[in-house]
């Protein structure tokens, strides 16, 4: 399925002609009938020649509901851009097609509506009139197509243009993060919440979990419809009615987004670019009333020009946005700006970076996954994604970071380490990022759990208890003739460890904790002292600290008489 708005001044033909092409008034409700006017969204479908479907998002071209058209073009792969041969181009054909390049919209045919009340002469003026108005935007060189509503008169040469347009436009891409911008919200006899939109980025399930945002309102996808049929699951680029269990109707509203839970940074302030129209008279500043038009929303917003005090019309330049609510958003999103206080368009842009770091007289936003790297310094895989939509290779472990950093975290683990002499630092006592750069410290080494500089001589590494000790790993010999202070010295460093008097080399407690592991692959319900005695052959004196010691270390745990696997124990050899 491809989904097109229709675009166009008020009373140009627009209803009529999606009526004309699908058999559906998409003027829904009484007042639209009553008034012969579009005050809100209409939606209709119909197959094309080729087969292909296609859905219609009919908007009002009267600006007092601009709005409404506002929520309704985004998400679209085109346009059926409607201008009445009778009148020509007029504001709102020119407010539309602005809004439309601003959103990005890319593909358009042009519909020459009520040929039938035009003669030939005036006809061919009215389609001069739009191929200039349409130069230098991407309607120029568009299809345009005279047509009657009235008479039907060029309707199925428009749907073979209309069929040129879906295959040009191509499928909506799938980038595995659904988004539904609801534009309509309402209560179904007898099923609960209904969510209507234009889904982008992904799929959507029957029964999946999803997130409804601003409020991360949790809930459940009931059932999904498209096109008036019930489906199990629907990809990007459909018009889209999702049934909601567990949320209320009167909690969501148009402009709300049903999305993936915990997949999106929920943000209200961001960094976009922003092209300012060039019809605009005065330059713009941070003073006045803006609304912002994103997804299918709108909300007044605070503006702050980035890099200058002010834009001139015709330029492009980059704001600071602050929402009143957070959203789901991710760089390339569009949006709209407008002054409520002058009513009218201002321009608008791309979404360049959801969470700035920077202050805003620092910020120099890009779309650059390199620029948002850069100015964090570290940023994990899954952050990356969430801020950027982007899934990068790690640089290091799960990091994704810059030489620069990296460079600066070795210099200041060796400063750390350098300044901790030759006994070292716990290496427990360095972060997830610490440890993934240790390796390229060169100049420290990590030993028996320790981080020491590479080129300390320690003193006490070959001292000669040491030996002693290592003779008889599991049943050390007593070393009572030793000096004290030595003894304190060797026991602070880890070459010693004491327990309950007696003093084990420290590779007593590795060959403990294989012999633990070992014992515990054979009985996982735990092992005994005994056991364990009889394991190392070493008597219960020995046994007794060893085995407490492994316990203290959270190798082996106690359970009554039993010891069981802890938190690190070692695989078994
Ligand atoms: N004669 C003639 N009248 C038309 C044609 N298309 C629309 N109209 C009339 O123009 C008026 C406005 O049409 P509508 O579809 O509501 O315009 P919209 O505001 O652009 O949606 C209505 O009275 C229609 O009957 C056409 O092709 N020929
Ligand atoms: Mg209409």
Not at 512 to 530: K, M, N, Y
Not at 552 to 564: K, Q, V
């Amino acid at each position: 399925m491809t989904v097109v708005a229709t675009a166009g001044h008020v009373d140009h033909g627009k209803s009529s002609l999606v009526l004309a092409l699908t058999g559906t008034d998409p003027d829904r409700f009484e007042e639209e009938k009553r008034r012969g006017l579009t005050i809100d969204l209409g939606f209709a479908h119909t197959e094309l020649p080729s087969g292909a479907a296609l859905s219609f998002i009919d908007v009002p071209g009267h600006v007092r509901f601009l709005r409404n058209m506002l929520a309704g073009v985004g998400g679209v792969s085109g346009c059926v851009f409607v201008v009445a041969a009778t009148e020509g181009w007029k504001p709102q054909s020119e407010e539309h097609l602005r809004i439309l390049e601003l959103l990005g919209v890319r593909h358009g045919v042009i519909a020459l509506t009520k040929a039938d009340l035009v003669d030939d002469e005036l006809l061919e003026l009215a389609a001069m009139d739009v191929a200039d108005h349409v130069v230098g935007t991407f309607l120029e060189g568009a299809p345009m197509q005279p047509v009657s509503a009235t008479t039907g008169t060029g309707l199925n040469d428009l749907r073979c243009a209309l069929d040129d347009l879906v295959a040009h436009a191509g499928s909506v891409e799938d980038v595995g993060r659904p988004r539904l911008w609801l534009d309509r919200v309402f209560a179904a006899k007898g099923s609960g919440t209904v969510g209507t939109g234009t889904l982008v980025g992904g799929r959507l399930v029957h029964d999946q979990q999803v997130a409804i945002e601003p409020g991360s309102i949790p809930a459940r996808i009931r059932s999904i419809q498209t096109a008036g049929a019930s489906v199990e699951g629907i990809g990007p680029g459909h018009r889209v009615a999702v049934n909601l269990a567990s949320v209320e109707h009167r909690d969501l509203a148009r402009g709300h987004a049903v999305v993936e839970p915990d997949r999106w940074i929920i943000t209200d302030r961001v960094d976009a670019s922003l092209r300012v129209l060039d019809s605009l008279d005065h330059d713009v500043s941070r003073r006045g009333a803006f609304v912002a038009y994103i997804g299918s929303g709108e909300y007044p917003v605070r503006m702050r020009v980035l890099g200058s005090e002010t834009l001139a019309p015709g330029s492009d330049g980059a704001v600071r946005l602050h929402l009143p609510v957070g959203l789901p958003l991710l760089p390339g999103d569009r949006y709209v700006l407008r002054e409520s206080g002058r009513d009218e368009t201002v321009g608008g842009g791309e979404v360049l970076d959801i969470a700035p770091v920077l202050r805003a007289a620092r910020a120099a936003p890009d779309r650059s996954i390199e620029r948002v790297v850069r100015e964090r310094g570290w940023v994990s895989v899954d952050e990356l994604e969430r801020l950027t939509g982007e899934t990068v290779e790690p640089t290091l472990g799960s990091w994704v970071t810059t030489a620069d950093a990296v460079a600066d975290l070795v210099a200041s683990i060796e400063q750390r380490v350098a300044e901790a002499g030759a006994a070292g630092l716990d290496l427990a006592a360095f972060d997830d990022r610490d440890r993934a750069v240790l390796d390229r410290v060169e100049t420290v080494v990590v030993d028996a759990g320790r981080v020491r500089p590479a080129d300390a001589i320690d003193p006490f590494e070959n001292h000669p208890v040491l030996d002693e000790l290592r003779g008889d790993l599991l049943r050390p010999p007593s070393i009572a003739g030793i000096d004290r202070g030595e003894l304190r010295e060797l026991v602070r460093r880890g070459h010693v460890i004491e327990r309950d008097g007696i003093h084990f080399h420290a590779d007593a407690i590795d060959a403990a904790a294989r012999t633990a592991a070992r014992l515990l692959a054979d009985q996982p319900a735990g092992f005994t002292v005994a056991d364990f005695r009889d394991a190392t052959g070493a008597s219960r004196k020995y046994a007794l600290p060893l085995v407490a010691e492994l316990d203290a270390r959270g190798i082996t745990r106690r359970r009554d008489d039993m010891r069981i696997a802890g938190p690190r124990l070692p695989e078994p050899a």
